[in-house]
C-alpha cells in the first residue's frame, strides 16, 4: 500500500505538473524530472513546480518508480555531454628562432616557416643564454626573441571568424646593443589597439598579454611599431580559436540593467584565478589558459578555508562546461568559515585600471553541501552588491556539484585603482553564515583609445590593387552616369516648365542623415554621402568629421587634454588644423545609453542659431564612435566662477549680464519655432562663459520638443538634475517649458548665494537652496544670505526686483510662473535699477512680473534678429547648426 500511495502521489503530480505545462512551458516539465531525480538520490522531498510549491512528498522505495527514475537519469546523463572544442585556427609562434618548439602537447612553429608570414624591413632573430631562463614555464619559448627597429607585422590568414585568443609573450633579456628591458611600442590590428606606448614592468620573468578578439576578417595582422628611437620585439605568439559562447552578448550591469554586446567586445585578460586550488598551466586547460593561484591576492585568510572536492562534477547543458574552466578550478573553493551573527567577508583585491570597465567572471560550484538548498551568500564587487542572497541550488536545478559561471560588467572602478571582490554571509533568517568561491576571471573592456597602425603583407596589398583600380574606376564611370543623367532631366524640366522666381524657390530641402542606422534630420546643403571635414561651420560641406582628425587634435584623445567627465562621457580641449580651439565631446564606447543623447542633439542643434547657445562644430560617427564637437568656451562653466573654482569673484553687473544673456537663449527656444524646445537639464553647469564672459546654454541632451497646440504639457519621464527640477514635474510627470523656468529660478539663486543647490553637510533647513532662499525672500530678507563678496555692491530695489523674480520662479505649480520672456525682461529692469542709481530709486515694486519699461522689452525684443542678421528665427530650414554643447567643463553626469 505505502508504494501505491507513493506511485499515486506521483501520477497526481504529474497531472498538476502538465496542467502547469500548459501555462508555463516547457520550464515545468523539466523542474519535475529534476525533482524526481532529487528524490531518488535523496529520498522523500517536496516537489516544487515553477510557480506553486505543490507539497507531494515521493516514495522512492518502489521499484516501479526506482526504474522510471533509472531511465530518466540516463537520458538526462544523455542530454549533458559535452564534445571536445577543436579550434578551426591554432597558430603558435616560436618568435625569433629557427627552430620549431614542443611545449607540453604543444607545437610552437618558427617565424621562418611558410605557414607564418613575416614582414618587417628590418628585424634582429635574437637569442639568450638557457641559464637565464631555466625555471620559468614554457621557457623554451623565451630564450629567442625577435627584435624590430622599424614597423613590422606577423599576418595570418584565418579559416574562421569568430572569437580567438591572441596571447602574446615578452620576456626581456639583453642581445648584443639592444636591452629589451628599454623597448617602447605599440602593438595593433586592423580593429584595435593592444598595446600602446608600452614597456615590460621591472620584473624578470615572463610576462604574457593575453587578448580576447572577435575576428571577423579573414587575416588577422598583428603590428609591432618602435616609438621614438626604441625597439619593439615579442617572444612568441599564439592565435587559437575558442568557442564563440565563451563570451555571451549580456552581462549583468552593476547599479541597473544589462549591458549589451559583449560578443563584439575585445577584452584583454587581467587576472585569471584559481581561488583555494594550485596554479593550473596551460597542459591542464582544455584553451591552454593559466590559472594562478590566489594567495598574493587574498586578504581575509582567517575567515576561510580551502576545500577540495574528490567527485565528479556534474556539467549540464546550459550551464558552464570545461571550456569555461577546467575540472581543477570547480573542484577546488574557498569556504566562508565564521560564526552566527558575524558579518565577516572573504575578501580579495586587485590592482586595476580606474578608467575602464571590466568583465568580472565568477566560477561557481557547490562542492560544500551535503543537500540542496542550504547554501545563501551574497556577493559584492567593490561598494557593489552583485549578487544577493544567491542560491547554488536554484542555478543548478538543485544538482549539487554543477560548474556554471555568473557575468558582471563593473562600468568603472574605486580613483584608486583597487578593485575588491568579496563573499559574504546572507542576511535570510535561519540561514547557516557560509559562501564560497572557485575561480575568477577579471576582463579589461576597453583595452586602448589609440591609433591603430597596420603594416599590411605584400600579398595583402597585391590583391588589393585590383580592387582599389576597379572601385576607382568605377566610382568615376559612376560619377560620369550620374551627371549625363542630372544634366538630361534638368533640361527637360526646364523644357517643360517655366522658370521659377528666385524668391519662391525653397531655400534648401531636408533630407535624411544616416548615423549609425539612426535617421536624423539636417539640411540638405550639409548632407552628403561622402566624409568631408571642416573646422568652422561652413555651409558648403558636411559636420562630419574624420575620426583621424580628431585623434590628431587631441593626441589620440590623451588623458592629459580632458577638461571634463559627464554622463555621455570624456571632454577633451584640442586644437584643428586651422589652430581653431574646439571642445571635443566623445562619448563612453562601454555603453549604449548615450545614443539617445547624442541623437537628440544633432537633431535639435542641426536647426538652432544663436549667440546665447554653443555652436556645434562637427560630428564623428565612425568605427561605433559618438563624438560631437564644439567652439570651447574659454572660461567655462558659471558654476566654477560661483563656488568650487579659483576664479576671482564675479561683480553683481556681471552676474546680471550672465543671467540675462542665458535667459535669451532660453527664451529663443521656447519661443524661436512653430513648437518649443525644452531643454528639461537648466543649470548653473550647462552655461558656459567664452573668453568675454558671455554666457551660452549648453547640453541638449535631455531636451524635448514641447506640446502640441491643442495640448498644455508633454507626458515623459522624469530626467534633470537633483535640485533643479521641478516639483510638479517631478510629482506629475507632466512636462512644460515652465518647468525650465522653475530650474532657471534655482540658478538665479545660485548666483546671488554662491553655494551649491544641495550641500547635504549643512543643517536640514539649509540642504537645499531652493527652500532655504525662498523663506529668506518671503521674509524679505534676501540680503542676509547675499554672497559675502559682493554685499553692499547691490542697490537694494534691484536686489527687491531680483528677489521678486526668483520667487515667481519656483512657484509651486507652472500656471503660476511667469514665461521665460518675462523672466527675461525682469532681469533686463533689474540690470537698469543697478545702473540707474537714485534717479529710480523710487519706482515701486511691480505687482506682475512682467510690466516692464518699455526700453527693457524693446531691447529684449531685438535678441532673435541679433542672432543672425541674415535671417528670421521662423526661417528653419536656413538655420545652420549652431547648437547646445553637453557638459564642457561639467564633472557630473547627468
Known amino acids: 500500500m505505502p508504494a501505491a500511495k507513493g506511485f499515486c502521489s506521483i501520477l497526481d503530480c504529474c497531472i498538476l505538473e502538465k496542467i ?32 506553486f510549491s505543490l507539497g507531494l512528498v515521493m516514495d522512492t522505495n518502489s521499484k516501479e518508480i526506482k526504474l522510471i527514475l533509472s531511465l530518466i537519469g540516463i537520458i538526462w546523463n544523455l542530454g549533458t555531454c559535452n564534445a571536445k572544442f577543436t579550434p578551426a585556427d591554432n597558430y603558435l609562434v616560436n618568435c625569433g628562432s629557427t627552430i620549431d618548439a614542443t611545449i607540453g602537447q604543444r607545437l610552437f612553429a618558427a617565424d621562418n616557416s611558410q605557414s607564418i608570414v613575416l614582414t618587417s624591413p628590418q628585424s634582429i632573430a635574437a637569442r639568450t643564454t638557457l641559464n637565464s ?253 552583485a549578487a544577493k542572497d544567491l542560491d547554488l541550488s536554484t542555478r543548478g536545478f538543485g544538482i549539487l556539484a554543477m560548474p556554471f559561471y555568473m557575468d558582471i560588467v563593473l562600468p568603472s572602478s574605486d580613483p584608486s585603482g583597487n578593485l575588491t571582490v568579496s563573499i559574504g554571509p546572507s542576511s535570510l533568517p535561519n540561514t547557516t553564515p557560509d559562501g564560497i568561491l572557485n575561480g575568477l576571471e577579471i576582463m579589461k573592456m576597453n583595452i586602448s583609445s589609440g591609433s591603430v597602425y597596420v603594416v599590411k603583407p605584400p600579398s595583402a596589398a597585391k590583391k588589393q590593387l585590383p580592387i582599389i583600380l576597379g572601385a576607382v574606376l568605377g566610382g568615376i564611370g559612376a560619377v560620369i552616369i550620374v551627371l549625363v543623367l542630372c544634366l538630361f532631366v ?85 586644437v584643428l588644423q586651422d589652430s581653431t580651439k574646439v ?51 574659454e572660461k567655462g562653466t558659471l558654476k566654477s566662477h560661483l563656488y568650487g573654482g579659483d576664479h576671482p569673484p564675479l561683480s553683481w553687473k556681471k552676474r546680471l549680464e550672465i543671467c540675462i544673456g542665458a535667459a535669451r537663449g532660453l527664451h529663443y527656444l521656447h519661443t524661436g519655432f512653430a513648437k518649443s524646445i525644452i531643454h528639461r537639464d537648466v543649470k548653473s553647469a550647462n552655461i558656459l562663459l567664452d573668453e568675454n564672459l558671455m554666457a551660452k546654454v549648453s547640453d541638449f541632451g535631455l531636451s524635448k520638443t514641447g506640446p502640441e ?29 515652465k518647468s525650465d523656468v522653475y530650474s532657471f529660478g534655482v540658478v538665479l539663486l545660485e548666483v546671488i548665494c554662491a553655494r551649491p543647490v544641495i550641500d547635504p553637510t549643512l543643517p536640514r533647513d539649509m540642504i537645499n537652496l531652493a527652500e532655504w532662499a525662498v523663506k529668506w525672500q518671503k521674509r524679505g530678507e534676501l540680503d542676509q544670505i547675499v554672497d559675502k563678496r559682493i554685499v553692499g555692491t547691490i542697490r537694494p530695489e534691484s536686489l527687491r526686483k531680483y528677489g521678486e523674480t526668483v520667487e515667481k520662479c519656483l512657484a509651486e505649480y507652472g500656471v503660476e510662473r ?38 527693457a522689452k524693446r531691447i529684449s525684443s531685438l535678441e532673435i534678429s541679433t542672432a543672425d542678421e541674415s535671417r528670421t528665427a521662423m526661417d528653419y530650414s536656413e538655420m545652420s547648426t549652431s547648437n547646445a554643447f553637453s557638459q564642457l567643463i561639467n564633472t557630473e553626469g547627468r
Open 133 to 385: 631562463v631555466l625555471g620559468f614555464d614554457n621557457a623554451e619559448l623565451y630564450q629567442t626573441a625577435r627584435i624590430f627597429t622599424a614597423p613590422s607585422s606577423y599576418s595570418f590568414n584565418m579559416k574562421s571568424n569568430g572569437r580567438h585568443f591572441v596571447r602574446l609573450h615578452f620576456f626581456p633579456f639583453v642581445y648584443q646593443s639592444y636591452d629589451l628591458a628599454n623597448s617602447k611600442f605599440k602593438v595593433s590590428t586592423e580593429d584595435v589597439v593592444l598595446l600602446d606606448n608600452f614597456t615590460l614592468p621591472s620584473v624578470s620573468s615572463p610576462v604574457v598579454m593575453e587578448y580576447s578578439l572577435n575576428i571577423t576578417r579573414d587575416m588577422l595582422i598583428l603590428t609591432f611599431v618602435p616609438e621614438g628611437n626604441s625597439t619593439s620585439f615579442v617572444n612568441a605568439i599564439e592565435v587559437v580559436s575558442v568557442p564563440d559562447n565563451l563570451i555571451t552578448d549580456s552581462a549583468q550591469r552593476l547599479g541597473v540593467g544589462q549591458y549589451l554586446g559583449l560578443a563584439a567586445q575585445p577584452f584583454q585578460t587581467s587576472y585569471r584565478i584559481n581561488v583555494g586550488g594550485p596554479k593550473v598551466t596551460a597542459e591542464n586547460d582544455t584553451l591552454a589558459r593559466t590559472w594562478f593561484t590566489d594567495q598574493s591576492f587574498f586578504s581575509t585568510p582567517t575567515v576561510a578555508k580551502e576545500v577540495t572536492y574528490p567527485g565528479k562534477l556534474n556539467y549540464q547543458n546550459g550551464s558552464a562546461s570545461q571550456d569555461a574552466a577546467p575540472d581543477s578550478v570547480y573542484n577546488t573553493a574557498r569556504q566562508l568559515v565564521v560564526q552566527r551573527n558575524s558579518s565577516s567577508n572573504m575578501t580579495w583585491q586587485f590592482k586595476v585600471d580606474s578608467n575602464s570597465s571590466y568583465l568580472i567572471r565568477f566560477h561557481f560550484c557547490d562542492i560544500v553541501s551535503k543537500s540542496a538548498f542550504l547554501l545563501y551568500f551574497d556577493v559584492y564587487v567593490d561598494s557593489w552588491s
Open 709 to 737: 497646440f491643442d495640448q498644455t504639457h508633454v507626458s515623459t519621464a522624469v530626467k534633470g538634475s537633483f535640485g533643479y527640477l521641478d516639483p510638479e514635474y517631478y510629482r506629475r510627470q507632466k512636462l512644460t517649458d
Open 583 to 633: 571642445a571635443v565631446k566623445r562619448g563612453n564606447q562601454k555603453s549604449h545609453q548615450g545614443i539617445r543623447e547624442f541623437r537628440t542633439e544633432i537633431e535639435l542643434l542641426s536647426g538652432l542659431r544663436h549667440r546665447h547657445l554653443v555652436s556645434l562644430i562637427g560630428y564623428c560617427d565612425e568605427h561605433n564612435e559618438m563624438i560631437l564637437v564644439y567652439e570651447y568656451m
Open 20 to 51: 502547469l505545462t500548459i501555462s508555463y512551458g516547457f520550464l515545468a516539465q523539466i523542474k519535475f524530472v529534476v525533482n524526481a531525480l532529487l528524490c531518488a538520490i535523496h529520498g522523500p522531498l517536496i516537489i516544487f513546480s515553477p510557480k
Open 490 to 574: 534638368r533640361r527637360k524640366k526646364k523644357m517643360k516648365k517655366p522658370q521659377t522666381p528666385l524668391t519662391s524657390r525653397p531655400s534648401s530641402s531636408w533630407t535624411p542623415l544616416s548615423l549609425n542606422a539612426l535617421s536624423f534630420l539636417s539640411t540638405g546643403t550639409r548632407t552628403t554621402s561622402r566624409t568631408t571635414y571642416t573646422s568652422g561651420t561652413n555651409s558648403d560641406t558636411s559636420y562630419r568629421i574624420p575620426f583621424v582628425v580628431l585623434q590628431e587634435a587631441t593626441n589620440h584623445f590623451d588623458e592629459q587634454m580632458v577638461i571634463g567627465v559627464g554622463g555621455f562621457g570624456k571632454v577633451y580641449k584640442a
Open 818 to 855: 511667469p514665461t521665460m520672456g518675462d523672466v527675461l525682461w525682469n532681469l533686463e529692469f533689474v540690470l537698469q535699477l543697478q545702473e540707474a542709481g537714485p534717479d529710480m530709486s523710487n519706482i515701486d515694486s511691480m505687482n506682475q512680473i512682467s510690466d516692464l519699461p518699455s526700453n
